[in-house]
C-alpha cells in the first residue's frame, strides 16, 4: 500500500512537471519578440512632436491588425533639445546601452550627418520622416533610409513653372544650414536646363535678426531681378515675408515661390504671415484622398486634444504621414527579418580606440536594412516603394496662396509637366507640357491676375551702364575720345542710332556711356568678350558694332539688327588681260597646256609606230621621221595635216583624237574671246579655296568674330594675320602674301564698304561667303527692354532719322560704284577634262597594245630561235631591224604601177651594165640586178645583201681594175636617179622573194 501510494506520487509529481514544460512553452510560444527601436525627435518642435504621436498610433494600428506577428516594435525615445550635440548624444545611448536595432530620427538635416555616420559603424539603420536634404544621399551610407522625399525631387517642378512664364532669372533665397544648402545644386542646375540662371544667392542665417533680414531684402530691392524662390522652414519664413511686406516687396512687380519646406506647413503658420503672403505660389507633394486618410486625421484630432488642447490648431501635415508610413515599414521589416536572436558583437577595434567607437555592432542590421529596402505597401501619404534607400516621386501640387488658405491650380508630373487636372480625359493631353495656360486661375503679388515680367530698371536711381567698345579703326560705327578730365566723349553711327532708339521708347530710361578698355585707354577685349560682360553683370546694355551671332546668343539677347551685314572677302584687282602681250596663254591653266602638249606628242609618236612599216610618208632619215611626228601630232590641232594614214587602227586613234582635239579648240577660243571682251576690274583671287590650296596669309579685324570663322573654313591659325584699320588693312594687301603681306582680307560688309570707299581703284569685294543677322544691341537674357526696344529700332529705321543717320557716317563717305557684282573669269583647267584624256589615253595604250601583239605574232620565228648564238640582245636587235624595214607584204608596196617601170626599165639596165668591167661580163641580167639592189641607206660602192648575212657584191669590180664609163655624159646624173629608183622597185620584189625563201627553209 505504501508502494502504491509512492508510485502514485511520482506520477503525479511527473505529470505536473510535464503540464509546467508544455505550459512553458506555450506561453513561450504566445509572447511576441521585442525589437528596440531608438525614437530621436525634438519634442520643442511641433514636427517632432506630431511624429511621435503618429508613430504610436501607426505601431498600435498596425499590431492590432496583425497579432499573429512575432515581433513588436519597443520604443525608446530620446529628446534631441533642438541641436546637434543632444541628437548625437541621444544617438549613442541608444546604440551603446539600449542596443536598439534601429532609429527612427531625426528631425532637422542638420542632425543626421552625424547619425548616419552612427548607424554606418553599428550597422544600425537610421529613418528620417523629415530630414529632406539633399546631401544626406543614401550613397554616403547603406544603413540610411529616406521614409520622405529629399528636396531635389521638386525643382523640376519649380524649373517648369518658370519656364512657363518666361523668366530667365531666379534668385533663391535659402536658410544657411545643411536643410538651405542642400538644395541649391540641383535647383541652379533644373533652372539652367531651361535657359534661366541665378544671378545671385540670397543666404539668411538660420537665427537671422530682424536686422539681419532686412538687410538682405535691401539687396534684392536694388537689384533688376524680381523673381524669388524661398526655401526654409516655415518659422523663418513667415518672418521673411512679413519683413518684405514692410519694404514693398509684396507688389505686382515681384514673383515669390516657395518650396515644399514652407508649402506644407503652412496651415502651421502664424495667420497673419500667411496673409501678407497673398499671390505666392509654391510646389508640394500630391496626397491620394483616401477614406483610412480622412479618418485617421479625425483619430489624429481626438488624440492631439486629449494629450495638448492647446495644439488644436496645428493641423497634421505631410511629415506626420511620413512618420506614420516609417513606422508601418519598420515593423513589416523587422517581421520579415525574422530577428529571433537579434544582439550585438563586439567589434574590432584597438585598445587606444576612444569610448565615442567602442560601442558594438547589430549582427540584425544587414538582413533589418535589406528588408526594409523591399518593402512596399499604400500608407497615408500614398505608395510606399523605395528606390536606393528614398521614395519615389510622386506628382507636385502647384499651389497658390489665397488668404487664409491655399488652392490647388495645376500639378506637375516629370512625364507630362504642367497640367491643370491630374487624370487625363483626352489622349491628347498626355504630351508634355509646360505651358502657363494649363495653370487654373492665378492670384499674383499685389492682388493682380497677371504675372510680372520678373525684371524690371533697379529702383536705387542709377543709370543703366551701356558699354561701348573701342576701336582703333573704322571710327565711323563707334568713336570714343578721352578728354584732359578722363572724361569721355562717344560718338559714330552706332551710338547716334542707340540714342534716337532710347529717345523713341515710350518711358525714359536714363543711362550713361562706359567704354570697355584698360585704365591706359587701349581695348579690353574682343567683341566676345565686351559681349560677356553684360553675362556677368559688369554692363546692363552693349551698343556698338556687335553681330548677332547664334554662339552669343546663348548668355545675351539681341534685339532687332538695325544694320544688315555678312563677312565678305577683300582681294587687289587683277591687271587688265586685254592689254597683256600673254593674253593668249591665260585660257588655259598650266596643268592643261602641260597635258594638252604631251597628249599631242603622244599621239604623233602613236602614228608614226602604226605608220613606218607601210608608209612612205613616215619613213626616211632620222630627224626626217622625228619632225614628221611633231608636224603630223600639231598639224592635227588646225586640222592642217596633208600625210595620208593607211593603217585601220591609226584612222581609229585618229577619229577619238579629232573629237578632242575639237573640244579643247573651241573652249579655248570661248575663253579667250570672254577674257577680252569682259569688264576690265577683276579679282585676282575669287575662290577661298584657292586660297587654301596655295596656303596663303589672310587677314582679318582682330576683335572681330571673323576669325573664328576663318577657323572654321580650315585656315591655318598661322596664316591669319590681324589688322586694326583699314590704313593696316592696305598695308597688307598691297605687299602680297609672299611679302610679309596677305592675300585677301575678310571683313563684315559694312566696313568693307568703308574700305573700299577710300581705295577702290586698287581693291574690290567678291561676293558674300556668309551671312550674319546684322548689327544688334546687347542685353541681359530676359530683359524686359529687349521687347521695346527691337519696336523702337523698327520705328526708327522706317523713318527719315535713320537716312540722315547713315548719310552722316556712311553714305556721304562712299563715293566709288559697288564692284561686288563684277563677273570673274577663271582659266580652264584640267579639271574640267581630266575625263576626255583619260578615255583618250586608254584607247591609245590598247591600240599600241593590239599592233605590238600583231608585230610579235609576224616574226615569232626570230623570238621563238633557239640557237645558241641567238641571245635576247641579237633578237630584240633584229627585231627593231625588222620593224625599221618595209612590210612588202602590206598593199602600199603591191601597186601595180611601180611593177610595168621595172619592166620598162629592165633593158636599160643590162646594157648599162656592158660598159662594166670585164669581169662583170658574164653576170647574167638578173645577177646584176640582184647585185646592185641598194638598201634603205644612201647609194654607195658597196651594198649589202638583202639577208643580212655578211655577203657582199663588188658592182664596180676591183679598185684597180676598174674602167671608165664610156656611158658617162652630161646626162648622166638624171640617169642615175632613174634608175635607182627603178632598181630599187626590183630590189623590193626580189627581197620579198628571197624572204620567202628563207623562211621555208628555216
Given at each position: 500500500?505504501?508502494q502504491?501510494?509512492?508510485?502514485?506520487?511520482?506520477?503525479?509529481?511527473?505529470?505536473?512537471?510535464?503540464v509546467?514544460?508544455?505550459t512553458?512553452?506555450?506561453?513561450?510560444?504566445?509572447?511576441?519578440i521585442a525589437?528596440?527601436?531608438?525614437?530621436?525627435l525634438?519634442?520643442?518642435?511641433?514636427?517632432?512632436?506630431?511624429?511621435?504621436?503618429?508613430?504610436?498610433m501607426?505601431l498600435?494600428?498596425?499590431?492590432d491588425k496583425?497579432?499573429?506577428?512575432?515581433?513588436?516594435l519597443?520604443?525608446?525615445?530620446?529628446?534631441?533639445?533642438?541641436?546637434?550635440?543632444?541628437?548625437?548624444?541621444?544617438?549613442?545611448?541608444?546604440?551603446k546601452?539600449?542596443?536598439?536595432?534601429?532609429i527612427?530620427?531625426?528631425?532637422?538635416?542638420t542632425?543626421?550627418?552625424?547619425l548616419?555616420?552612427?548607424?554606418?559603424?553599428?550597422?544600425v539603420?537610421?529613418?528620417?520622416?523629415?530630414a529632406?536634404s539633399?546631401?544626406?544621399?543614401?550613397?554616403?551610407?547603406?544603413?540610411?533610409?529616406?521614409a520622405?522625399?529629399?528636396?531635389?525631387?521638386q525643382?523640376?517642378a519649380?524649373?517648369?513653372?518658370v519656364q512657363?512664364?518666361?523668366?530667365?532669372?531666379?534668385?533663391?533665397?535659402?536658410?544657411?544650414?545643411?536643410?538651405?544648402?542642400?538644395?541649391?545644386?540641383?535647383?541652379?542646375?533644373?533652372?539652367?536646363?531651361v535657359?534661366a540662371?541665378?544671378?545671385y544667392?540670397?543666404?539668411?542665417?538660420?537665427?537671422?535678426?530682424d536686422?539681419?533680414i532686412l538687410?538682405?531684402?535691401?539687396?534684392?530691392?536694388?537689384?533688376?531681378t524680381?523673381v524669388?524662390?524661398?526655401?526654409?522652414?516655415a518659422?523663418?519664413?513667415?518672418r521673411?515675408?512679413?519683413?518684405?511686406?514692410?519694404?514693398?516687396?509684396?507688389s505686382?512687380?515681384?514673383?515669390?515661390i516657395?518650396?515644399?519646406?514652407?508649402?506644407?506647413?503652412?496651415?502651421?503658420?502664424?495667420?497673419?504671415?500667411?496673409?501678407?503672403?497673398?499671390?505666392?505660389?509654391?510646389?508640394q507633394?500630391h496626397?491620394?484622398?483616401?477614406?483610412?486618410?480622412?479618418?485617421?486625421?479625425?483619430?489624429?484630432k481626438?488624440?492631439?486634444?486629449?494629450n495638448?488642447?492647446?495644439a488644436?490648431?496645428?493641423?497634421?501635415n505631410?511629415?506626420?504621414?511620413?512618420?506614420?508610413?516609417?513606422?508601418?515599414a519598420?515593423?513589416?521589416?523587422?517581421?520579415?527579418?525574422?530577428?529571433?536572436?537579434?544582439?550585438?558583437?563586439?567589434?574590432?577595434?584597438?585598445?587606444?580606440?576612444?569610448?565615442?567607437?567602442a560601442?558594438?555592432?547589430?549582427?540584425a542590421?544587414?538582413?533589418?536594412?535589406?528588408?526594409?529596402?523591399?518593402?512596399?505597401?499604400?500608407?497615408?501619404?500614398?505608395?510606399f516603394r523605395s528606390d536606393?534607400?528614398r521614395?519615389?516621386?510622386?506628382?507636385y501640387?502647384?499651389?497658390?496662396?489665397?488668404?487664409?488658405?491655399v488652392?490647388?491650380?495645376?500639378y506637375?508630373r516629370?512625364a507630362y509637366g504642367?497640367?491643370?487636372k491630374?487624370?487625363?480625359?483626352?489622349?491628347n493631353a498626355?504630351k508634355?507640357?509646360?505651358?502657363?495656360?494649363?495653370?487654373?486661375?492665378?492670384?499674383?503679388?499685389?492682388?493682380?491676375?497677371s504675372?510680372s515680367k520678373?525684371?524690371?530698371?533697379?529702383?536705387n536711381?542709377?543709370?543703366?551702364?551701356?558699354?561701348?567698345?573701342?576701336?582703333?579703326?573704322?571710327?565711323?560705327?563707334?568713336s570714343?575720345?578721352?578728354?584732359?578730365?578722363?572724361?569721355?566723349?562717344?560718338?559714330?553711327?552706332?551710338?547716334?542710332?542707340?540714342d534716337a532708339?532710347m529717345?523713341?521708347?515710350?518711358?525714359?530710361?536714363?543711362?550713361?556711356y562706359?567704354?570697355f578698355?584698360?585704365?591706359?585707354?587701349?581695348?579690353?577685349?574682343?567683341?566676345?568678350?565686351?559681349?560677356?560682360q553684360?553675362y556677368?553683370g559688369n554692363?546692363?546694355?552693349?551698343?556698338?558694332?556687335?553681330?548677332i551671332?547664334?554662339?552669343?546668343?546663348?548668355?545675351?539677347?539681341f534685339?532687332?539688327?538695325?544694320?544688315?551685314?555678312?563677312?565678305?572677302?577683300?582681294?587687289?584687282?587683277?591687271e587688265?588681260m586685254?592689254?597683256?602681250?600673254?593674253?593668249?596663254v591665260?585660257?588655259?591653266?598650266?596643268?592643261?597646256?602641260?597635258?594638252?602638249?604631251?597628249?599631242?606628242v603622244?599621239i604623233?609618236?602613236?602614228?608614226?609606230?602604226?605608220?613606218?612599216?607601210?608608209n612612205?610618208?613616215?619613213?626616211?632619215?632620222p630627224?626626217?621621221q622625228?619632225?614628221?611626228?611633231?608636224?603630223?601630232?600639231?598639224s592635227?590641232?588646225?586640222?592642217?595635216?596633208?600625210?595620208r594614214?593607211?593603217?585601220n587602227?591609226?584612222r581609229?586613234?585618229?577619229?577619238i583624237?579629232?573629237?578632242?582635239?575639237?573640244?579643247l579648240?573651241?573652249?579655248?577660243?570661248?575663253s579667250?574671246?570672254?577674257m577680252l571682251?569682259?569688264?576690265?576690274?577683276?579679282?585676282?583671287?575669287?575662290?577661298?579655296?584657292?586660297?587654301?590650296e596655295?596656303?596663303?596669309?589672310?587677314?582679318?579685324?582682330k576683335?572681330?568674330?571673323?576669325?573664328?570663322y576663318l577657323?572654321?573654313m580650315n585656315?591655318?591659325e598661322?596664316?591669319i594675320?590681324k589688322?586694326?584699320?583699314?590704313?593696316e588693312?592696305?598695308?597688307?594687301?598691297s605687299?602680297?602674301?609672299g611679302n610679309?603681306?596677305?592675300?585677301?582680307?575678310?571683313h563684315?560688309?559694312?566696313?568693307i564698304?568703308?574700305f573700299?570707299?577710300?581705295?577702290?581703284?586698287?581693291?574690290?569685294?567678291?561676293?558674300?561667303?556668309?551671312?550674319?543677322d546684322?548689327?544688334g544691341?546687347v542685353?541681359?537674357?530676359?530683359?524686359p527692354?529687349?521687347?521695346?526696344?527691337?519696336?523702337?529700332?523698327?520705328?526708327v529705321t522706317?523713318?527719315?532719322?535713320?537716312?540722315?543717320?547713315?548719310?552722316?557716317?556712311?553714305?556721304?563717305?562712299?563715293?566709288c560704284?559697288d564692284?561686288?557684282?563684277?563677273?570673274?573669269?577663271?582659266?580652264?583647267?584640267?579639271?574640267?577634262?581630266?575625263?576626255?584624256f583619260?578615255?583618250v589615253?586608254?584607247?591609245e595604250?590598247l591600240?599600241?597594245?593590239?599592233?605590238?601583239?600583231?608585230?610579235?605574232?609576224?616574226?615569232?620565228?626570230?623570238?621563238?630561235?633557239?640557237?645558241?648564238?641567238?641571245?635576247?640582245?641579237?633578237k630584240m636587235?633584229?627585231?627593231f631591224?625588222?620593224?625599221?624595214n618595209?612590210?612588202?607584204?602590206?598593199?602600199?608596196?603591191?601597186?601595180?604601177?611601180?611593177t610595168?617601170?621595172?619592166n620598162k626599165?629592165?633593158d636599160?639596165?643590162?646594157g648599162?651594165?656592158?660598159?662594166?668591167?670585164?669581169?662583170?661580163?658574164?653576170?647574167?641580167?638578173s645577177?646584176?640586178?640582184l647585185a646592185s639592189?641598194p638598201t634603205?641607206?644612201?647609194?654607195?660602192?658597196?651594198?649589202s645583201?638583202?639577208?643580212?648575212?655578211?655577203?657582199?657584191?663588188?658592182?664596180?669590180?676591183?679598185?684597180?681594175n676598174?674602167?671608165?664609163?664610156p656611158?658617162?655624159?652630161?646626162?648622166g646624173?638624171a640617169?642615175?636617179?632613174?634608175?635607182?629608183?627603178?632598181?630599187?622597185?626590183?630590189?623590193?620584189?626580189?627581197?620579198?622573194?628571197?624572204?620567202t625563201?628563207t623562211?621555208?627553209?628555216?
Open positions: 500500500m505504501k502504491k501510494s509512492i508510485q502514485i506520487a511520482i506520477f503525479n509529481a511527473l505529470f505536473y512537471f510535464f509546467c514544460i508544455i512553458r512553452m506555450v506561453l513561450a510560444e504566445a509572447t511576441p525589437v528596440r527601436v531608438g525614437v530621436i525634438d519634442r520643442g518642435d511641433y514636427v517632432g512632436e506630431m511624429g511621435l504621436n503618429c508613430i504610436s501607426a498600435s494600428d498596425f499590431y496583425n497579432r499573429h506577428y512575432k515581433t513588436r519597443v520604443l525608446n525615445v530620446r529628446d534631441s533639445k533642438a541641436n546637434v550635440v543632444g541628437a548625437a548624444a541621444a544617438a549613442l545611448d541608444l546604440l546601452n539600449v542596443e536598439v536595432q534601429a527612427i530620427g531625426p528631425i532637422f538635416s542632425q543626421a550627418n552625424f548616419i555616420a552612427l548607424g554606418e559603424k553599428a550597422q539603420p537610421i529613418i528620417t520622416f523629415s529632406t539633399p546631401s544626406l544621399s543614401s550613397i554616403r551610407s547603406s544603413y540610411f533610409f529616406r520622405n522625399l529629399d528636396d531635389s525631387s525643382v523640376q519649380i524649373a517648369g513653372i512657363a512664364f518666361g523668366w530667365r532669372k531666379v534668385v533663391p533665397i535659402y536658410e544657411d544650414n545643411e536643410f538651405g544648402q542642400g538644395i541649391v545644386p540641383y535647383l541652379t542646375d533644373a533652372l539652367e536646363q535657359n540662371r541665378v544671378p544667392r540670397s543666404v539668411v542665417p538660420s537665427v537671422a535678426t536686422s539681419q538687410t538682405e531684402l535691401h539687396k534684392l530691392m536694388t537689384m533688376p524680381r524669388f524662390v524661398v526655401h526654409m522652414r518659422t523663418l519664413g513667415s521673411l515675408f512679413l519683413k518684405a511686406e514692410q519694404f514693398g516687396m509684396m505686382e512687380d515681384y514673383v515669390w516657395i518650396t515644399d519646406g514652407m508649402a506644407n506647413e503652412i496651415d502651421s503658420m502664424d495667420p497673419s504671415a500667411i496673409e501678407v503672403m497673398l499671390g505666392v505660389i509654391g510646389v507633394p496626397i491620394p484622398k483616401t477614406k483610412e486618410l480622412e479618418n485617421f486625421k479625425i483619430r489624429y481626438i488624440r492631439l486634444q486629449q495638448n488642447p492647446i488644436l490648431s496645428q493641423e497634421l505631410i511629415f506626420g504621414l511620413w512618420a506614420y508610413d516609417s513606422a508601418i519598420l515593423a513589416m521589416a523587422a517581421e520579415k527579418a525574422l530577428l529571433t536572436n537579434a544582439t550585438f558583437d563586439m567589434a574590432d577595434v584597438s585598445r587606444n580606440t576612444t569610448d565615442l567607437e560601442f558594438r555592432v547589430s549582427n542590421g544587414p538582413k533589418l536594412i535589406q528588408a526594409l529596402s523591399g518593402t512596399t505597401f499604400r500608407g497615408l501619404s500614398g505608395n536606393d534607400g521614395l519615389r516621386s510622386p506628382p501640387e502647384i499651389v497658390n496662396v489665397v488668404s487664409p488658405a488652392r490647388v491650380v495645376g506637375w516629370k504642367i497640367t491643370r491630374l487624370k487625363f480625359t483626352d489622349d498626355k508634355y507640357s509646360t505651358s502657363k495656360f494649363n495653370l487654373g486661375s492665378t492670384i499674383w503679388p499685389g492682388d493682380k491676375t504675372p520678373g525684371w524690371v530698371i533697379p529702383t536711381g542709377k543709370k543703366l551702364k551701356v558699354g561701348v567698345p573701342v576701336k582703333m579703326g573704322f571710327t565711323e560705327f563707334v570714343v575720345n578721352w578728354n584732359a578730365d578722363n572724361s569721355t566723349i562717344v560718338e559714330g553711327y552706332c551710338v547716334e542710332v542707340f532708339v529717345a523713341a521708347l515710350p518711358y525714359g530710361v536714363p543711362y550713361e562706359v567704354p578698355a584698360t585704365p591706359d585707354h587701349k581695348r579690353a577685349g574682343t567683341y566676345n568678350d565686351l559681349t560677356y553684360v556677368l554692363y546692363d546694355v552693349v551698343a556698338g558694332d556687335v553681330t551671332s547664334a554662339n552669343r546668343s546663348q548668355y545675351v539677347d534685339t532687332l539688327p538695325y544694320l544688315a551685314t555678312g563677312v565678305s572677302m577683300v582681294v587687289p584687282i587683277k587688265d586685254s592689254n597683256n602681250a600673254w593674253v593668249f591665260t585660257p588655259l591653266t598650266k596643268e592643261l597646256w602641260l597635258t594638252s602638249f604631251c597628249s599631242f603622244f604623233g609618236s602613236l602614228i608614226w609606230i602604226l605608220e613606218h612599216r607601210i612612205e610618208d613616215f619613213r626616211g632619215p630627224w626626217h622625228v619632225g614628221m611626228i611633231f608636224w603630223f601630232a600639231f592635227t590641232m588646225v586640222f592642217s595635216h596633208k600625210e594614214v593607211i593603217s587602227l591609226a581609229f586613234v585618229l577619229i583624237w579629232f573629237l578632242v582635239v575639237l573640244i579648240t573651241q573652249s579655248y577660243t570661248a579667250l574671246a570672254s571682251t569682259v569688264q576690265k576690274l577683276q579679282p585676282k583671287v575669287t575662290d577661298i579655296n584657292v586660297l587654301l596655295n596656303k596663303d596669309y589672310v587677314g582679318c579685324s576683335a572681330s568674330f571673323v576669325v573664328e577657323k572654321m585656315f591655318n598661322s596664316r594675320v589688322f586694326d584699320s583699314a590704313e588693312m592696305d598695308r597688307l594687301l605687299k602680297g602674301s610679309g603681306g596677305i592675300a585677301a582680307a575678310f563684315e560688309i559694312p566696313y564698304k568703308l573700299l570707299s577710300k581705295y577702290c581703284s586698287k581693291y574690290i569685294m567678291v561676293d558674300p561667303m556668309y551671312k550674319a546684322g548689327f544691341f542685353f541681359p537674357i530676359g530683359s527692354l529687349v521687347r521695346d526696344v527691337s519696336r523702337a529700332i523698327l520705328n522706317e523713318s527719315k532719322k535713320m537716312v540722315e543717320i547713315e548719310r552722316k557716317w556712311l553714305s556721304g563717305k562712299t563715293n560704284q564692284p561686288s557684282a563684277l563677273n570673274s573669269q577663271k582659266s580652264l583647267g584640267l579639271r574640267s577634262f581630266w575625263g576626255l583619260l578615255i589615253g586608254i584607247i595604250i591600240v599600241f597594245i593590239i599592233y605590238v601583239v600583231m608585230f610579235l605574232r609576224e616574226h615569232w620565228h626570230v623570238v621563238k630561235r633557239s640557237d645558241p648564238e641567238s641571245t635576247i640582245r641579237k636587235t633584229e627585231l631591224q625588222r620593224f625599221d618595209r612590210d612588202l607584204s602590206s598593199h602600199t608596196f603591191k601597186n601595180s604601177r611601180l610595168e617601170r621595172d626599165s629592165r636599160d639596165c643590162v648599162m651594165s656592158m660598159y662594166s668591167s670585164p669581169q662583170n661580163h658574164n653576170l647574167s641580167p645577177s646584176f640586178v639592189l634603205n641607206d644612201p647609194p654607195s660602192p658597196i651594198f645583201s638583202p639577208r643580212g648575212h655578211g655577203h657582199t657584191t663588188n658592182f664596180q669590180g676591183d679598185q684597180g676598174s674602167v671608165e664609163n656611158m658617162a655624159n652630161k646626162q646624173e640617169s642615175t636617179t632613174k634608175d635607182q629608183e627603178i632598181v630599187l622597185a626590183i630590189q623590193n620584189e626580189n627581197d620579198q622573194t628571197i624572204s625563201s623562211q621555208t627553209g628555216n
